[in-house]
């Protein structure tokens, strides 16, 4: 089984954007940009470091770039069993299963970067990951500090981050450093997230959650604060809520992934962190991160022909390099346009519509067959046909 992970604010990189510009997934670049009223193709193109380090540019270019790659592992026909995203990548991880439309998605994660940079400027606060150091024993370090200083992510093993105050931060550093632990090491953030520090936060993040009208999902959803799987509209309000000033239990949600099965960890997005995590927390687990137009080849090498054909096309169709599938861009009813198997289809042809939204191939080629049946309800993401490219 394959799970999909989306990396959260720190894994963004100045030129992330520049080896997508001329990729058809592009086109999400401009969308946001409309939604944000920013030009967030400056800020994946252009922007250096110290601007990218801004909360609200972090937020926004990594949800972005990570649903980018999204976009274009789909249409290679490739889709996953199972989806989580560390911090802001839940966010990722909820548009990707559908519960989330982009433009929805890209105008909650802005308010989220606004209300979290805002309540960073009223009460000031840091982080700083402890390596080498059980998770109790980090525990017990912010609790000798005698401050304002918690656990903020449960990483992996040996790998904790902590937030609060300037002071209690430096204090439970050096408490652990005291426990044994190898190294304490400053992030370069805007605040204490995952902390108490967040509350303000939190507080404003309801009502943009309420606007976003999240939605039921067929693919799980793997939860930062219980580390369970979720596909229920109702309680993703309750669940975004608290994550703000929760520990994300990033560790504990890779072990409740494998336990449902999943033996491949797919990371899409920028960076790679999530990818080291996955290795130190697991056990013959494999693991690849995809971030670049040049890593889609080498995602369907890692996958393997018949592997990469039973994650992503039903009743046994074999699905190689040379063969794509179109996807419903959304939920509802299939009307298919009738077009018969083995006619030649140009990009943006009309293959039909679902819930009155046209399906147009992203591809050239010949359609083999369609997958999706006339009158049929179908999910987001849904194969709906399957062509030959060559």
């Given amino acids: 089984m394959l799970a999909f ?48 380090k801004d909360t609200r540019n972090a937020q926004l270019t990594t949800f972005v770039s990570s649903l980018m790659v999204l976009d274009a592992v789909e249409r290679l026909g490739v889709s996953p069993d199972m989806l989580a995203g560390h911090s802001l990548g839940e966010y990722t ?14 105008a909650l994660v802005q308010a989220r970067a606004n209300a979290m940079h805002d309540a960073g400027n009223e009460q000031p606060g840091t982080m700083a990951a402890v390596l080498g150091l059980d998770d109790d024993q980090v525990e017990v370090a912010c ?15 040996g790998q904790v981050v902590i937030a609060g105050s300037p002071s209690g931060v430096e204090a439970a550093g050096i408490q652990a450093k005291g426990l044994g632990a190898k190294k304490v090491m400053p992030l370069q953030v805007s605040g204490a997230f995952h902390t108490p520090y967040m509350t303000a936060a939190r507080d404003r993040l309801r009502d943009a959650i309420a606007k976003a009208a999240i939605r039921d999902s067929d693919i799980p959803v793997i939860s930062n604060v219980d580390s369970k799987a979720h596909q229920q509209s109702a309680e993703w309000s309750a669940l975004l809520s608290a994550q703000l000033s929760s520990p994300v239990r990033w560790k504990h949600g890779l072990h409740a992934m494998s336990e449902l099965g999943a033996t491949a960890f797919a990371e899409l997005g920028p960076g ?18 995809v971030a670049t137009p040049e890593d889609l080849d080498k995602l369907l090498e890692w996958l393997g022909g018949e592997q990469a054909a039973s994650l992503a096309s039903p009743e ?38 679902v819930a009155g939204e046209e399906v147009r191939s992203p591809f050239a080629g010949i359609l083999q067959s369609y997958i999706a049946i006339d009158t049929e309800r179908v999910a987001a993401r849904q194969p709906i046909a399957w062509l030959r490219t060559e």
Avoid: C, Y
């Fill in 93 to 106: 991880a909820l548009a990707a299963s559908g519960a989330l439309g982009f433009a929805e998605g890209v």
């Fill in 272 to 289: 790679g962190v999530l990818t080291g995590m996955a290795k130190r927390t697991l056990d013959e687990v494999r693991t690849i991160s």
């Fill in 5 to 52: 992970t989306f990396p959260g604010q720190g894994s963004q990189r100045p030129g992330m954007g520049r080896p997508w510009r001329d990729h058809e997934s592009w086109d999400l670049v401009d969308e946001a940009s409309e939604v944000a009223e920013r030009d967030v193709a400056h800020l994946l193109l252009d922007a250096d470091a110290d601007e990218l």
């Fill in 143 to 157: 609790n000798l500090a005698d401050d304002e200083v918690w656990v903020a992510n449960f990483n992996a093993p």
């Fill in 316 to 353: 046994g169709e074999h699905l190689f390099a040379h063969e794509r599938l179109v996807v419903s861009p959304a939920a509802g009813i299939f009307a298919t346009a009738g077009i018969t198997d083995g006619s030649l289809i140009a990009v943006g042809t009309v293959l039909g519509s």
